[in-house]
């Protein structure tokens, strides 16, 4: 079965830097590959997905991340972090024959300086 | 804007109790879920259905049971409140084939 690895329980960024999120995962084949914010007391939303085609891909507020298979990373990046992105950032991944069975990391922490 | 709803956003419950957890989304989504969050082992699947009556058991469904009457409401039942069941729950769905879950905000559920 796939599962993910989030190895940054938590991070710190100063307000206008850059951020990146890492995220790993395993699975036998290309899998479907999704981040999610959750804001504190707050359900999950989706930031982005990738299913195939381009290993860049666009999402919201502002965020991108890179498929590498070489390196089963899918990576989260966004050039300049604004306060409101303090968050708790989740990696899934999910078979594209089965997706019902969709595998969270642990999650990375994102705190922003002022 | 759609939307899947929690019924409650904080619950109290007593130890022994029996607990419902409800989630409606109005996505005519096929695919529900419930996940429980607790920090540092991210979420874990408990249940999900892909169809109305139809269920599967997750990674941790041990004290828990669900049921799914119509297309649109999925409950997460506790038997038996345990204290070990303190925890956020989360709801989800999606369409047939994926496309990526839609959440609910969650029910901070504490066992007392």
């Known amino acids: 079965a796939q599962s993910v690895t989030q190895p940054d329980i938590h991070i710190t960024v100063s307000e206008g830097a850059s951020l990146e999120l890492r995220c790993n995962y395993s699975y036998g084949a290309t899998p479907y590959l999704f981040w999610y914010v959750q804001s504190p007391g707050q359900g999950l939303q989706l930031l982005l997905k990738?299913?195939?085609?381009?290993?860049l891909v666009q999402g919201i507020k502002g965020f991108e991340a890179e498929f590498k298979r070489s390196q089963s990373s899918f990576n989260l990046r966004k050039p300049s972090v604004h306060w409101s992105d303090a968050a708790e950032y989740f990696c899934a991944v999910a078979s594209p024959y089965n997706n019902n069975d969709m595998r969270f990391g642990a999650g990375t922490r994102l705190t922003v300086k002022p | 804007d759609v939307k899947v709803t929690q019924s409650s956003r904080y619950l109290v419950k007593r130890t022994g109790e029996k607990v419902f957890l409800e989630c409606v989304q109005d996505m005519d989504h096929e695919n529900m879920f419930w996940y429980r969050q607790d920090p540092g082992l991210g979420l874990r699947l408990i249940y999900f259905?892909?169809?109305?009556?139809?269920?599967e058991k997750g990674d941790i469904p041990e004290g828990y049971s669900v049921s799914r009457e119509k297309k649109e409401r999925f409950s997460l039942i506790l038997e038996s409140a345990s204290t070990n069941q303190t925890s956020m729950y989360l709801c989800?769905?999606?369409?047939?084939?994926?496309?990526?879950?839609?959440f609910g905000s969650g029910t901070r559920l504490t066992v007392v």
């Open positions: 990738y299913f195939s085609g381009d290993t």
């Open positions: 989800a769905s999606s369409p047939f084939g994926g496309a990526g879950y839609t």
């Open positions: 259905s892909y169809d109305v009556k139809m269920k």
